[in-house]
T-cell receptor, first 113, second 112 residues
Framework: GDSVTQMEGPVTLSEEAFLTINCTYT??????LFWYVQYPGEGLQLLLK?????DKGSNKGFEATYRKETTSFHLEKGSVQVSDSAVYFC????????????FGKGTTLSVSS | NAGVTQTPKFQVLKTGQSMTLQCAQD?????MYWYRQDPGMGLRLIYY???????DKGEVPNGYNVSRLNKREFSLRLESAAPSQTSVYFC???????????FGEGSWLTVV
């Protein structure tokens, strides 16, 4: 079945450092890919998404490119801020198959000033 | 902007007690979901409802029941709570199944 694997954390960075969180997926069809973010004590919020190969999703300085050849959707940000400290989840769904989103286990990011 | 609203936010139960988590969305979405979040496990789907009148099992349905009361409301019931059901529960909705989903703020449940 479909699955998502993302790098384990925690990831600890200094402010203004470059961020990469790796995400790879396994899917039988043509999935849509998502990154969600969860701030402490809150629910998950959509950060960005991509619906087909080579699409780049971007939001709030974060970006991720849908790479079908490597089945990857890595999250990147050029300069992190303390306010980016959160848990990041990679997820996929297959809209045509009508499947609910499948999530990775989450990566905790901690940014210090 | 209410979005997805779930109640209660916090609950402590004794083993064997029953309770219902309530969820309502005001976005006119067709699909609704219940996930649980546990440390190191990410989010796991308990049940979902693709449309009013239908429900389907997810990855971890044992010990739970759901009711899609109408298009807005989707409740999750624990008939006989167990300590293994201590978790954070999230309700979510989407226009259709597989599309972007929108989460509630979570319900923290402890079973002692």
């Amino acid at each position: 079945g479909d699955s998502v694997t993302q790098m384990e954390g925690p990831v600890t960075l200094s402010e203004e450092a470059f961020l990469t969180i790796n995400c790879t997926y396994t899917a039988t069809g043509y999935p849509s890919l998502f990154w969600y973010v969860q701030y402490p004590g809150e629910g998950l919020q959509l950060l960005l998404k991509a619906t087909k190969a080579d699409d780049k999703g971007s939001n709030k300085g974060f970006e991720a490119t849908y790479r079908k050849e490597t089945t990857s959707f890595h999250l990147e940000k050029g300069s992190v801020q303390v306010s980016d400290s959160a848990v990041y989840f990679c997820a996929l769904s297959e809209l045509q198959a009508g499947t609910a989103l499948i999530f990775g286990k989450g990566t905790t990011l901690s940014v210090s000033s | 902007n209410a979005g997805v609203t779930q109640t209660p936010k916090f609950q402590v139960l004794k083993t064997g007690q029953s309770m219902t988590l309530q969820c309502a969305q005001d976005m006119n979405h067709n699909s609704m979901y219940w996930y649980r979040q546990d440390p190191g496990m990410g989010l796991r789907l308990i049940y979902y409802s693709a449309s009013e009148g239908t429900t389907d099992k997810g990855e971890v349905p044992n010990g739970y029941n759901v009711s899609r009361l109408n298009k807005r409301e989707f409740s999750l019931r624990l008939e006989s709570a167990a300590p293994s059901q201590t978790s954070v529960y999230f309700c979510a909705s989407s226009p259709v199944t597989g599309n972007t989903i929108y989460f509630g703020e979570g319900s923290w449940l402890t079973v002692v």
